[in-house]
């Protein structure tokens, strides 16, 4: 257990619609990650944030967007979803910069 | 663009054998390296990292080999195990700035009993 959560674990929704991933970090750290993992693309980086501030910024779609709040926790919107969006999406926590810890992912499926 | 390269894409080994997943990369501005191991269903989890400071980093049965001049480095799974099977992931990592990791495409390990 890495110590990262995430919810919910699967959702199925269909195109067009919105959807919230939610994230909590490990205790203490400052850093989350959003990532993107398909089968034909891997891991990709979507977005980061430090303490509340967008630190970094990856192939992020337009449609979708992230925040942190002040609890640490942070939310990845996904809007107008098309089909290729089904994935999974991780969240990483970090505490030192370069050591992530991953959460067990959200696997979202687009109909 | 793919700056880290890692292959095989998949990788199958009878228990006991050796597993070996090589990763190369071309920004010389990485400079940590983390492997991670990822089971069906499940986040990827930290298994060993190194620095390009030392070429070897041993726990367990689990062995990072560097190569800086040839910017390549490797994973060595020894007296591989069925429990082992797993998809790996190499990373490299940029010092300071944002800790933004680029991640090798994976490879699919099979041990077989």
């Known amino acids: 257990d890495s110590g990262v959560t995430q919810t919910p674990k699967h959702l199925i929704t269909a195109t067009g619609q919105r959807v919230t991933l939610r994230c909590s970090p490990r205790?203490?750290?400052?850093?989350v990650y959003w990532y993107q993992q398909s089968l034909d693309q891997g891991l990709q980086f979507l977005i980061q944030?430090?303490?509340?501030?967008?630190?970094a910024k990856g192939n992020i779609l337009e449609r979708f967007s992230a925040q942190q709040f002040p609890d640490l926790h942070s939310e990845l919107n996904l809007s107008s979803l098309e089909l290729g969006d089904s994935a999974l999406y991780f969240c990483?926590?970090?505490?030192?910069?370069?050591?992530?810890?991953f959460g067990p992912g959200t696997r979202l499926t687009v109909l | 663009q793919q700056q880290v390269k890692q292959s095989p894409q998949s990788l199958i080994v009878q228990k006991g054998g050796i597993s070996i997943i090589n990763c190369a990369y071309e920004?010389?501005?990485?400079?940590?390296f983390p492997w991670y191991q990822q089971f069906p269903g499940k986040g990827p989890a930290l298994l060993i990292a190194?620095?390009?400071?030392?070429s070897e980093k041993k726990e367990g049965r689990f062995t990072i080999s560097f190569n800086k001049s040839a910017k390549q480095f490797s994973l060595h799974i020894m007296d591989s195990q069925p429990g082992d099977s797993a998809t790996y992931f190499c990373?490299?990592?940029?010092?300071?700035?944002?800790?933004?990791?680029?991640f090798g495409r994976g490879t699919s390990l099979i041990v077989h009993p």
């Open positions: 990483a926590s970090s505490a030192q910069g370069d050591t992530q810890y």
């Open positions: 990373a490299a990592i940029p010092s300071g700035g944002s800790y933004i990791p680029t």
């Open positions: 190194i620095r390009p400071d030392v």
């Open positions: 920004n010389t501005a990485f400079d940590y």
């Open positions: 205790s203490g750290d400052l850093s």
């Open positions: 944030y430090y303490n509340g501030e967008e630190r």
